[in-house]
């Protein structure tokens, strides 16, 4: 029923941007929050950035003044830029939405390499 499709992954070198997208399509409740995570290799998933319906943002302290999270809610669709990235960003993205339940996009890799 509801797909979230997540595209703009893939390689760039350490300083480099990147732009993330997920799509919410589908039958959809009102979306109250959507955000995005990371699994870095071997890592536990862990949380990036949030922002509410109301455009309200929230960052991890790691990427804080980095990136940029932002949507489109008319298109239920939120983005993330990814700015100045670093090794240590290389990692496994996640879409997450949340709306009367919670959803998880495929995942897109992002790999930062010289």
């Known amino acids: 029923q509801v797909q979230l499709v997540e595209s703009g992954g893939g390689l760039v070198q350490p300083g480099g941007s990147l732009r993330l997208s997920c799509a919410a399509s589908?039958?959809?409740?009102?979306?109250?929050?959507m955000g995005w995570y990371r699994q870095l290799p071997g890592k536990q998933r862990e949380w990036v950035a949030s922002?509410?319906?109301?455009?309200?943002?929230a960052y991890a302290d790691s990427v804080k003044g980095r990136f940029t999270i932002s949507s489109d809610n008319a298109k239920n669709t939120v983005f993330l830029q990814m700015n100045g990235l670093k090794p240590g960003d290389a990692a496994v993205y996640y879409c997450?939405?949340?709306?009367?339940?919670?959803?998880w996009g495929q995942g897109t890799q992002v790999t930062v390499s010289s």
């Open positions: 589908g039958s959809i409740f009102r979306i109250n929050v």
């Open positions: 997450h939405v949340v709306s009367n339940t919670q959803y």
């Open positions: 922002i509410t319906r109301d455009g309200i943002t």
